[in-house]
């Protein structure tokens, strides 16, 4: 390393070694939310809003703080091949990967010098609870190239000193942008890859799957608190490693979603946010992921005490740009991080979906047209949803309108088209569709007029 970095390095480490300081000037609104100062990094796209997984090399790297009154700034100008910009966990580093180099880089937040730590894509930066150091975990030898890239490889990188450095797993390969630590850097949740999600034990490099889906995001506080997103891309599958209780929080139910599909979601510093990407409105065959869009922004909310629901949100970016690949950093004590928050008591789980499967005569009212299997790629197997008006159910049924999903796709096979047409009647076994867990990594596509109908499942 050179003496010019070296002292760089030195003076960087001597910021951090007199803590996670707050500026005072001008609170940006989402403290209404957070209650402290908020740092928010995120990959934007300025050309035609549809670089959504960031492989057309055509974003810029943005930034946010709630105290410096300068609201979103331009930190690394494009268009140029980035990927997914990370805080530190003590929020004074970006650090963020090129694509056209396979490298790794670390931007100071008040400084607009970035430099280059190793070659790899950036995974997560971990902070070690012992010594301080900032460990950026780096994925090497990629595998299956395109939307689903993985590593074979990850490596632990010392931000400070990228001389020191370890291989920390190599193992089935891992999502690139699915990858999270444990503060004391022993757990991982992770793709395995897309879509086997679960926990992987990086002291004895073995793992173990808890179910399928996208997106994974392991609690900052509790490594024993992993949630996967749904293949209908709006609710998070939350699921506690220890009790093995597992749970739905709805995140498209957010005013500013309004039903739509979410993407990019991924969990604060502080245990107690996540951020997230939407609402996906602009249908592309299957999949309005990728139709990306103008109206992407990028929200902030606050899990409920008893982790069932988002209680707040507050959207963060208000531009006319497509927003995506976020990270959020919440200041917040050292009292805060014993705030592990078990899991809610979900002992009746069984009795309660039980309750639910019924029998419904139902109208349908609209019906969302057939994706095809190129649509869905790269699922191969999908449902859609459907709205229909209750006629005839049990007595305590409370809904008079709601949305069921058929299976559309099997085993890459397109199934004959159900012949019902809107204004007939018909009779289906139905129960509530979050209560059937082989559906949680399917994907689900869902395109009527009020996505925010109670949704079941056709038995």
Same mark, same amino acid.
């Given at each position: ?6 002292? /760089? ?14 500026? *005072?000037?001008?609170? =940006? ?7 402290? =100062? *908020? ?193 209908? =891309? ?5 699921? =506690? ?83 995506? /690949? ?9 009292? *805060? ?14 009795? +309660? ?60 096979? *397109? ?10 009647? +018909? +009779? ?32």
């Amino acid at each position: 390393m050179t003496k010019t970095i070296t002292s /760089f390095f030195l003076s960087a480490w001597l910021l951090l070694s007199l803590g996670c300081g707050n500026r *005072t000037s001008g609170p =940006h609104p989402v403290e209404a939310l957070t209650g402290a =100062h *908020t740092r928010l990094v995120w990959l934007q796209d300025a050309w035609d809003h549809v670089d959504v997984f960031s492989d057309a090399g055509q974003v810029r790297l943005m930034s946010l703080d709630s105290r410096d009154g300068r609201g979103e700034q331009v930190r690394v100008p494009g268009p140029a091949p980035l990927r997914k910009p990370l805080i530190s966990p003590c929020g004074e580093w970006i650090v963020y990967s090129r694509d056209d180099d396979a490298s790794v880089w670390a931007l100071p937040w008040e400084d607009d010098t970035p430099l280059r730590i190793t070659e790899g894509v950036a995974l997560d930066v971990v902070r070690d609870a012992a010594d301080e150091t900032l460990w950026i975990y780096v994925g090497r030898e990629p595998v299956d190239p395109g939307v689903n890239v993985a590593y074979g490889e990850v490596h632990r990188v010392n931000l400070s000193d990228p001389d020191q450095a370890e291989q920390v797993w190599d193992g089935p390969p891992v999502g690139r942008d699915n990858f999270q630590v444990s503060a004391d850097g022993r757990l991982a949740g992770a793709l395995f890859p897309w879509p086997d999600a679960g926990f992987a034990d990086l002291e004895n490099g073995t793992w173990e799957q808890i179910g399928r889906g996208c997106w994974t995001g392991l609690s900052p506080t509790s490594p024993s608190l992993m949630w996967i997103l749904d293949g209908a =891309h709006r609710n998070l599958n939350l699921n =506690h490693a220890e009790t093995r209780e597992r749970w739905t929080v709805p995140l498209a139910q957010h005013e500013a979603i309004g039903g739509h599909e979410i993407y990019h979601p991924r969990w604060s510093s502080h245990p107690s946010y996540l951020v997230m990407s939407g609402p996906y409105k602009i249908r592309k065959g299957g999949n309005n992921i990728r139709g990306g869009g103008a109206d992407v922004q990028l929200h902030v909310g606050r899990f409920a005490e008893d982790w069932q629901s988002i209680e707040a949100w507050a959207q963060v970016t208000d531009n006319e740009h497509a927003n995506f /690949f976020p990270d959020v950093w919440v200041r917040f004590d050292a009292e *805060t991080r014993a705030d592990l928050r078990s899991a809610p008591d979900r002992s009746d789980a069984e009795e +309660t979906l039980a309750a639910r499967i019924v029998e419904l005569e139902v109208r349908l009212l609209e019906k969302t047209p057939t994706p095809t299997l190129a649509d869905i790629a790269p699922y191969t197997q999908g449902l859609a949803a459907h709205s229909y008006e209750v006629i005839s159910a049990p007595g305590d049924f409370p809904y008079e309108r709601i949305l069921i999903a058929h299976w559309v796709i099997r085993d890459r096979e *397109t199934l004959p088209p159900m012949a019902l047409q809107p204004g007939e009647q +018909t +009779t289906f076994t139905v129960t509530a569709y979050d209560e059937v867990p082989e559906l949680e990594g399917e994907r689900l596509v869902m395109d009527v007029e009020d996505l925010l109908l109670p949704l079941f499942y056709e038995k």
